[in-house]
């Protein structure tokens, strides 16, 4: 357990609504990540975070967008949620050595 | 960029057996991590292995990087040990994941 939590675990919302996840970690780690996964596509970065207030796009960015304001919470947004971000959300943050990564509980998100 | 690819894709065992996942990657890396996505979604870090073997319990890995694979030794395999195994390796800040090994075992 790396201290990371993940807020909601579940949602369901409709197609057009904003929708804001957040992750909350419990140890100062600097390096916060956001994958999305999918059946046949695994996990897939979405965006990262290297430091308060310093973000970049991963692989599959579009449509999203993040913000870190304090070390503990990096929050991810759909500012306009598509049936193709239904999907499981996974929140990760690196450890100081290495590149090692541990993952939060994930949330599970249905746009309909 | 950096390719990884897992085999078997899927596995069914009786409760006891052993089994063996193999993970390649088409480049050089400075690590890899194996991991265990349980029934209820729940990924579970097993091993962070650059290189050489490691030991836990059950499960053991081997990272050979200069041939580029990894192997993760599930011995004695309970029901409990269901679910999708993935490997993945450092790609640009991110890590980059296999399309996994899923394992059933049966009691």
């Known amino acids: 357990d790396a201290g990371i939590t993940q807020s909601p675990r579940h949602k369901v919302t409709e197609t057009g609504t904003p929708v804001t996840l957040r992750c909350h970690q419990t140890e100062n780690h600097r390096y916060m990540y956001w994958y999305r996964q999918d059946p046949g596509h695994g996990l897939r970065l979405i965006h990262y975070s290297y430091g308060v207030k310093d973000t970049d796009k991963g692989e599959v960015s579009d449509g999203y967008s993040v913000s870190r304001s304090k070390t503990e919470d990096f929050l991810l947004t759909l500012e306009s949620a598509t049936s193709s971000q239904t999907s499981v959300y996974f929140c990760?943050?690196?450890?100081?050595?290495?590149?090692?990564?541990?993952f939060g509980p994930g949330t599970r998100l249905t746009v309909l | 960029g950096i390719q990884v690819e897992q085999s078997p894709p899927d596995l069914i065992l009786q409760e006891g057996a052993n089994s063996t996942l193999r993970c390649n990657f088409s480049?050089?890396?400075?690590?890899l991590q194996w991991f265990h996505q349980n029934p209820w979604g729940q990924l579970i870090n097993l091993f962070y292995?650059?290189?050489g073997t490691k030991q836990n319990g059950r499960l053991s890995a081997t990272t050979v990087a200069t041939e580029r694979y990894s192997l993760l030794y599930i011995s004695s395999s309970q029901t409990t040990d269901s679910g999708v195994y993935f490997c993945?390796?450092?790609?640009?800040?991110?890590?980059?994941f296999g399309k996994g090994t899923k394992l059933s075992v049966k009691p």
């Open positions: 993945a390796v450092p790609g640009q800040g991110n890590l980059i």
């Open positions: 480049d050089s890396v400075n690590n």
């Open positions: 990760a943050i690196r450890t100081g050595t290495g590149n090692e990564q541990f």
């Open positions: 292995i650059p290189s």
